[in-house]
Structures are given as structure tokens and as C-alpha cells.
């Protein structure tokens, strides 16, 4: 891929062009993104409460280069859509500075959510915050209004807005539009499911929030208790409340990865009225092919955040995840891991929240740098066909083996197309299929059935 160089000017130009670049008006632009598409401007409109109306905007783009999506057996790489000078002065004219740096960095600053922002947006109004989502909350703005100080509202307005910088963050550089579905549970709460498929750059990316309550079933129940919970209801009855967001991203190029994120809160009130709580969840990546450089930019931006909170809680959740996403009857992990927790309780519920809400923040800036540092890279049928396998050995994990997707199906009036949206579009199953010794592809396998440490 062709490489566009920056040279620093000075300290004065450098911090006011990352001032530039960040700022919350601007919302995610990157210089290569400035030279390499055209921007077009999409508005959806729904009803929010009466005599309002309901605005969330995007932006749309449109390629210049088609990489992502055809194929050449020419080059590894395809080349930016301008030429050297050209790009270089594009870039200098949209950023205002010239800066030695290598492409993830550029790409952190142009999908970092400025602190500043997230911290005044959430000391504002509610109703204010809830404008930028992808759709109104699962609960009514006027019932977070009155139990803002209250953790289901407080972890509602997180999963949101995880919801919707994600979804804005992939329609910038797919150039596609979420399906913003709402869905309602006769048994209580409903849930936001958006989805986009067969875009440019990914063909399947949906991100789901759901907001569920009523009474455990007895399997759900025994899948709790088989965790160690210890859950006295009454009469047989056990009301709960679970909410989360979850997200999985399948690209059409075998070079840019999958990625999942889950992060979610749980309530169970008992027979005396006392209620057990605890959060979970995690952010994962899925690569075909191994690059290390992708990697170690995945689990520093994890490991950076857990270590806000403690210095264990990446070793300790990294190796967790390895653990959890591990196809027992292949032998080999889903993919190269990350962060993963469950049932954390302690040591206190403000405290775990704040871990979350630091580890739900990364999930924008560990993925969308990698993306961009692909978006342009050719690829060939036979690395089509390896994506494809390994997609099938993603599936497997998710039908067998994961927590989330057995709780749901166990849940009366859950939504199954969103439940199973983390599938894959397409994917195959070769009979015996092993890659020859020294391959690309016999690497990433090697890395599979031996997890590295990345960091």
C-alpha cells in the first residue's frame, strides 16, 4: 500500500492540528480517510416524545478505491486513490500539519472520542445525550430521567452510546447505512438491533443493545447456578434484569479482522428483597492472517485501559479470554484474543462500572486503525477461501460454546435474528482441510493452538 510521509513542522503547528484532528465537531476523520473517499451526508428522522423530533446524523462516504472490494493477483497491496504529491498536499490542507508518524497513529487520533467530550456529555441532560444514539433508548427517556442515579440507567446510557460510536465509526469508513431495528419482549424490556450488510468494506456488521427483564427461567437458572450463584427466589420466581451491548463485524477483505465486543450488566432480585449484581463482558479479535503489528496495537489499547483500574486486570482478563474462546473439539482459540471477565462484583458496583465503561471507550480505537491500515489491501481467491474456513470454525465456537448465545436461546421472547446476527454472511466447512507446512495461513493456525503474548 502506498505510504503517505509526514514531517513535523514545529511543537506550535503539531498541537494545534491534533486539535484539529480531535475535535468533538469534526468527529472521526482521518487524513488518509480526507484523500481516499468522498464524503456524502445521510439524516434519519423517528419520533422521540411529542412535539420533538428524533435526529441522528452520519456520515456516508463513497470510495475512490475499490480494493476492499474486488480482487488482483498483481500486488499484495492496492495503492491510494491519489497520487504521492497529490495526497500530501490534501492531507497537509485538511490537517494544517506535517507529522512523523506511522499509520496507526494517525488513525488513533482520527478514531479517538476526545475525552472532554465524553466527560461533558456525561454531566448533561439525559434527554440531551440520547439525541446522539441510533435510535431512542429501550427505556422511556422520562424513566431515566427520573433513576439517572441508578446503575440500570447509568449502564443503559453506556451501551448506547457504545451503540452508536461504534455504528457512526464503520458507516464513515464502509460508506453504508445501519438497519436501525427496535424490537419489543412481551415479557419485558426490547432491545436496538443495527445491522449492515453487504457493504463496501464489511459484509456483515451488526451491533445490538438489549435491555430485558422479567423472571429467570429454570434453565437459564440452572446456567447461573452452575457458575457458582447461589439465587433463593420465591415461589420459584426470580426477577431479573439484564442489559448489554454486543457487537460483531465480519469484513469482506481475509486482511482486515473480526471483531466482537459484549458488555453487558446483570440484576437478580432474591425471595427477601436483597439483589445480587454483576457485569461482564469483553472485547476480542478474530484475524485470518497474523500481523503483529495489528496485534500489539489491539492488546496495548486494551491493556491501557484495564491498567487504569489495576495492574492484574489484563494479564488476568487476557488470559481468561484465551481461555473462554476456545473451540474445545478443534483445539485452537476463535482467534488472537484480548480482554474477557465475567461475574465481577467487586469491589464495589461504582467501581466495576467505571472498569467497563473504560474497556466499552477502547472499542473504536483498538479496531478502526487496523481497518483503515487494510482497507486497500488486494487479496486473492485461495485467501477468500482460508477467510471462508475460518469463519466456519467462528460459527462453531458460537453455537457450542458461547454463554451469551445459550442464554438467549434459553430466554423466552428473545429476538433469535439478533441473537444469531453475530454470524457470519457466508462461510464453508472443507472436508479434512489442513494448510501446508510453512504457509501464512499454517501460522496463523500455530498461533491459534499456542496463544502468544501479544503485549
Known amino acids: 500500500m502506498a505510504t503517505i510521509v509526514f514531517y513535523s513542522v514545529n511543537k506550535t503547528a503539531h498541537s494545534a492540528a491534533r486539535r484539529c484532528l480531535t475535535s468533538p465537531l469534526k468527529g472521526l476523520a482521518s487524513a488518509g480517510e480526507s484523500v481516499s473517499r468522498l464524503a456524502s451526508t445521510h439524516s434519519r428522522s423517528v419520533p422521540l416524545l411529542p412535539g420533538t423530533r428524533w435526529f441522528s446524523r452520519g456520515t456516508g462516504v463513497r470510495f475512490m478505491s475499490h480494493g476492499t472490494a474486488g480482487r488482483s493477483g498483481n500486488t499484495r497491496r492496492g495503492a491510494l486513490a491519489l497520487s504521492g504529491a497529490a495526497a500530501v498536499t490534501a492531507a497537509a490542507a485538511v490537517a494544517g500539519f506535517l507529522a512523523n508518524t506511522d499509520h496507526f497513529q494517525r488513525a488513533e487520533m482520527a478514531t479517538r472520542v476526545p475525552r472532554a467530550a465524553k466527560e461533558t456529555g456525561e454531566e448533561a441532560d439525559i434527554l440531551q445525550r440520547c439525541r446522539g444514539f441510533m435510535s431512542p433508548p429501550v427505556t422511556d427517556i422520562s424513566v431515566l430521567q427520573g433513576n439517572k442515579d441508578e446503575m440500570r440507567t447509568k449502564m443503559e446510557m453506556l451501551i448506547m452510546e457504545t451503540q452508536a460510536d461504534f455504528c457512526k465509526a464503520l458507516e464513515k469508513v464502509d460508506g453504508g447505512t445501519f438497519r436501525v431495528d427496535r424490537w419489543k419482549r412481551k415479557e419485558g424490556g426490547g432491545g436496538i438491533s443495527c445491522v449492515m450488510q453487504d457493504g463496501k468494506v464489511f459484509e456483515k456488521a451488526g451491533v445490538n443493545v438489549s435491555v430485558v427483564f422479567g423472571n429467570l427461567t429454570e434453565e437459564a437458572a440452572k446456567q447461573m447456578r452452575s457458575r457458582g450463584k447461589v439465587l433463593k427466589g420465591k415461589d420459584g420466581k426470580l426477577p431479573f434484569v439484564a442489559m448489554g451491548v454486543s457487537s460483531v463485524i465480519h469484513p469482506k477483505n481475509p486482511h482486515i479482522p473480526t471483531v466482537h465486543f459484549n458488555y453487558r450488566y446483570f440484576e437478580i432480585e432474591e425471595e427477601d428483597g436483597t439483589k445480587q449484581w454483576w457485569f461482564g463482558g469483553g472485547t476480542d479479535l478474530t484475524p485470518v492472517y497474523i500481523d503483529k503489528e495489528d496485534a500489539f496495537h489491539f492488546h496495548k489499547t486494551l491493556k491501557e485501559a484495564c491498567d487504569k483500574h489495576h495492574p492484574q486486570h489484563y494479564p488476568d482478563f487476557k488470559k481468561w479470554c484465551d481461555r473462554y474462546f476456545y473451540v474445545r473439539h478443534r483445539g485452537e482459540t476463535r482467534g488472537i484474543g484480548g480482554i474477557f471477565f465475567d461475574d465481577l462484583d467487586s469491589p464495589n458496583q461504582e467501581e466495576v462500572f467505571s472498569f467497563v465503561k473504560s474497556c466499552a471507550r477502547t472499542v473504536v480505537p483498538c479496531y478502526l486503525p487496523i481497518v483503515y491500515k487494510h482497507l486497500n489491501d488486494s487479496f486473492s481467491d485461495e485467501e477468500k477461501d482460508w477467510q471462508q474456513v475460518r469463519r466456519g470454525r467462528y460459527v462453531e ?42 504457509t501464512r495461513e499454517a501460522e496463523m493456525l500455530d498461533a491459534l493452538r499456542n496463544p502468544k503474548d501479544w503485549v
Open 397 to 438: 465456537f458460537n453455537l457450542v460454546y458461547d454463554r451469551g448465545v445459550k442464554f438467549g436461546l434459553a430466554t423466552p421472547g428473545s429476538r433469535i435474528e439478533s441473537i444469531l446476527m453475530s454470524l457470519p454472511l457466508t462461510a464453508r466447512w472443507e472436508y479434512m482441510h489442513e494448510p501446508a507446512k510453512g
